[in-house]
């Protein structure tokens, strides 16, 4: 009788096992009463984190958004900086341009302009180039420029004549003359003898002196006269040579005066548009360059190679006057927020486009340069899952690098030096750009730990929850979500019982009865796929019947793995009892996580023990199939025997703890309860309850603690008594601070409220020997012994047997048991196996 007692006061009230929402109490009959949500829920702390760090317009201010897979980082990141960027008063970024710098090339200029104003400063500079193709040449070919250029030549023309005249005059009267010498390609002037009035070559002079027919004195005198003739003559083709040089100088000048006085008309126009000192200084050295190379109006580029469009043949020579437009806002009303799904170097940061010459060279310059997503959104936003950015080579330590410095140099990714020949420098943009990263928290506190910048440049954490409070609001805004996805997906209507089945879905995801799932990824399929059984039933709207069929259909497609171990029970593979009574054997229950979907399933637990000194021994420990954490739960295990039992006398006793038939390993202290139940009954041989399954971990004072998965773990054993069959006395012993956690399948509160399956909650292990054993666990008396013949008075009295019993025998023991002893006394002192 006082069992039972015991029994029914530590069973779990009815009401506990599932919290349920009346769909009665919801405001309204189905969506369409209903207004789509605009707010965010369930993220305040990360919200208002988010909003801190939009509002700091400070150096490293950026912000690191945090939280797992579906929580709804992404859409709640978009969602905040539309509201941001629409804001009134919010000025619009500059254009960003590339031009050509005339002094250095490699290292082009960056020119702003407000917003639009880059654009059109191209199509000026555009218009003012072809303006000169047109006019230029006209220019030159007009007949007042050819008239002042045919009086500048005629002059230099009638001074040659003059020197020559003067000079044949002189040549004649030292009886010489001037002839033309043809010497391959070149004619010039050269001064022959006169010999009976004709010129004749001085070679012809001294073959004549030798043969006697002219005298050699004469000779003499005229090759004398002549040298010196043929200096004066050198000296006026130098005098004219610079004289034609002075020519073609003043041709130049006024070339120049003319065009600029041509160009500066045009240019007028575009300066009094931009007034900015920088651009004067570009159109002033764009003037004078094109002033140098006024030839390039004569001429044209010449066509890429035919079939090779990457191989110039000769470039265009009016391409070091374009303009370069990186980053046009003209089409924007608000700044920029740019999510960068493809986060590679290239997109982050830009490139340099470089073309092959006909020398097979490559090439490139200022034209060729092109933004990525950080220059594109300057002054406003740039959104990058930090995954995607980590995985891609030269993107963390390039975006740290921009961050810290606050300027961005655009440069194509190249580690191996491939394009080294023809690298340009340009100017460095101005980081106005407030970047938003997203991860998991791990990454974050990895990098946290090892990267001493992140803290530095990220100054700002908006931390993403996985749960809400449980509120009226909370629900109203959940049911306001699902009019949302029903609006943009186009789905049937939800009435109340379904948005009721909903939430309670979300009330169970998060494990927790005062908490609301905010994993809105997960629940959107649940929506969409209770939205197509609706359809497959022709329904007018989604009933609850509808979402209870996609989860039990998400389940389905997941669960093979569960249906197999089910299986492997059922035909006696797995040993498993759910009737009857054993000594040192405990069914506990574990949970498997394959990752899309977790299921618990029962697994026995057996102990034995006998006299030695060995202690607990871990058999999984000893195999090597223990976690860090189960092997901790172990030793709070001994802990408790040593604080209850070994007071007044040594704990001298040899027990092994075993998970059968467990070959994948076992982590977690949640079977440590359960532990300590099974060396209880061995201890006292005292059989327990087989149809009661356990879970729940143990402190050292023998308080039975909370353990996670606790809905999987019972639904799991209920499954398993189902199909090996119901007896009604079958159920489960929880931690009873576990009972605002159960949120259990409808079948299973079903099958409490009928009384064929049961579920117990318990705070200490005297409470949970009670119920499997069916006998009080027995008080602690004054004289340190327990009240008589119940189960603490029955293992303590095993104990001190076994102590008495030890001390009798001394060191006879089995050689067998001695070895057990000292491997189990090394795995006690928490020594790793070699």
Same mark, same amino acid.
């Given at each position: ?584 054997? *405990?069914?506990? %229950?574990?949970? !498997?996580?394959?990752?899309? =979907? @977790?299921?618990? /399933? +029962?697994?026995?637990?057996? $102990? #034995? ?24 739960? *172990?030793?709070? %295990?001994?802990? !408790?025997?040593?604080?209850? =039992? @070994?007071?007044? /006398? +040594?704990?001298?006793?040899? $027990? #092994? ?178």
């Amino acid at each position: 009788m006082p069992s039972k007692k015991k029994s029914s006061t530590h069973r779990a009230p009815l009401n506990q096992l599932r919290w349920r929402l009346d769909a009665a109490s919801l405001p309204f009959q189905t969506t369409d009463d209903l207004k789509p949500l605009k707010k965010i829920i369930g993220q305040d702390r990360g919200v208002e984190a988010f909003r801190f760090g939009m509002g700091m317009h400070k150096p490293g201010y950026n912000i690191y958004v945090t939280g797992i897979a579906g929580t709804g980082r992404m859409s709640t990141v978009r969602k905040l900086l539309e509201q941001m960027a629409e804001q009134k008063g919010v000025e619009i970024p500059d254009d960003l341009c590339y031009v050509n710098n005339f002094k250095s090339p490699d290292n082009p200029i960056l020119l702003r302009f407000s917003a639009g104003k880059g654009g059109a400063f191209k199509k000026d500079i555009h218009d003012f180039i072809e303006s000169l193709k047109r006019e230029v040449p006209a220019l030159f070919e007009s007949q007042d420029y050819l008239s002042r250029k045919k009086e500048i030549m005629q002059a230099y023309e009638k001074k040659g004549k003059g020197f020559f005249k003067d000079l044949d005059k002189k040549v004649r009267e030292e009886g010489f003359a001037l002839v033309d010498m043809q010497l391959g390609d070149i004619k010039r002037p050269e001064v022959v003898p006169l010999v009976d009035g004709n010129p004749t070559h001085i070679d012809q002079i001294e073959a004549m002196v030798e043969k006697g027919r002219f005298p050699q004195e004469e000779y003499e005198v005229l090759k004398k006269k002549q040298a010196e003739l043929r200096e004066q003559v050198d000296q006026i083709f130098l005098e004219l040579r610079d004289l034609q040089k002075e020519v073609q100088e003043n041709v130049e000048k006024t070339d120049t005066m003319l065009f600029k006085n041509l160009a500066e008309d045009g240019l007028a126009s575009i300066r009094r548009k931009y007034e900015v000192e920088k651009v004067q200084k570009f159109l002033d050295d764009m003037l004078e360059d094109l002033g140098e190379n006024i030839r390039i109006f004569q001429t044209q580029g010449k066509e890429q190679m035919q079939g090779f469009p990457f191989i110039l043949t000769e470039g265009d020579p009016f391409q070091p006057y374009q303009v370069n437009v990186i980053v046009d806002n003209s089409e924007r009303s608000a700044v920029p927020v740019i999510v960068e799904t493809y986060p590679t170097y290239r997109n982050l940061f830009g490139f340099i486009e470089r073309v092959v010459d006909r020398s097979g060279v490559w090439r490139t310059d200022f034209s060729k340069i092109r933004a990525g997503s950080l220059v594109k959104a300057s002054g406003g936003y740039l959104v990058i899952n930090l995954m995607d950015a980590l995985i891609e080579p030269g993107v963390w330590p390039s975006l740290k690098r921009a961050l810290k410095t606050e300027k961005m140099e655009i440069q194509t990714y190249d580690p191996f030096y491939l394009f080294t020949t023809t690298g340009l420098k340009p100017e460095p943009v101005d980081m106005t750009t407030k970047v938003i990263v997203i991860s998991e928290d791990y990454v974050y506190y990895l990098l946290l730990r090892y990267d001493e910048d992140v803290p530095k440049i990220f100054k700002v954490r908006a931390a993403f929850d996985t749960s809400m409070d449980k509120t009226e609001e909370s629900i109203h805004r959940f049911a306001e979500f699902i009019k949302m996805r029903v609006e943009d997906d186009k789905l049937k209507p939800f009435d109340r019982t379904s948005v009721a089945a909903l939430v309670e879905e979300a009330v169970r995801m998060t494990g927790r009865q005062e908490k609301l799932s905010t994993s809105f990824s997960e629940i959107t399929d649940i929506i969409r796929e209770a939205d197509y059984w609706s359809g497959q039933d022709k329904a007018p709207s989604v009933r609850a019947e509808h979402v209870d069929r996609a989860v039990d259909a998400r389940v389905y497609r997941s669960n093979l793995v569960e249906e197999k171990i089910q299986e492997m029970i059922d035909r006696g593979t797995l040993m498993i009892d759910v009737d009857g009574e054993k000594v040192g054997q *405990v069914n506990g %229950l574990a949970v !498997y996580d394959l990752g899309d =979907y @977790a299921f618990g /399933k +029962p697994n026995r637990i057996t $102990a #034995s023990t006998s006299m030695g000194r060995a202690g607990i021994i871990n058999i999984e420990r000893e195999s090597d199939l223990s976690g860090k954490t189960h092997n901790k739960g *172990v030793f709070i %295990l001994s802990g !408790y025997l040593r604080h209850k =039992y @070994a007071q007044e /006398k +040594p704990l001298t006793v040899s $027990a #092994s703890i075993a998970f059968e038939q467990s070959y994948g390993g076992v982590e977690g202290d949640s079977a440590s309860s359960t532990e300590v139940y099974t060396l209880l009954s061995s201890l006292a041989d005292l059989p327990l309850k087989q149809y009661i399954a356990v879970t729940g971990s143990v402190n050292q004072k023998g308080e039975v603690q909370a353990i996670g998965g606790v809905n999987q773990k019972i639904e799991g054993y209920f499954d398993c008594c189902r199909k090996i069959g119901m007896t009604g006395n079958q159920g489960v012993m929880i931690p009873e601070a576990n009972l605002k956690d159960l949120m259990l399948r409808k079948d299973v509160v079903e099958a409490v409220e009928k009384g064929r399956f049961h579920i117990w909650s318990v705070k200490t292990i005297d409470e949970g020997i009670e119920i499997l054993s069916g006998r009080p666990a027995g008080k602690r008396k004054a004289d340190g012994t327990y009240t008589k013949n119940s189960i603490n008075d029955l293992v303590d009295r095993k104990l001190r047997e076994l102590a008495e019993g030890l001390k009798k025998f001394g060191n006879a023991e089995p050689a067998e048991e001695k070895g057990r002893e000292k491997s189990g006394g090394r795995k006690s002192s928490g020594k790793k196996k070699a």
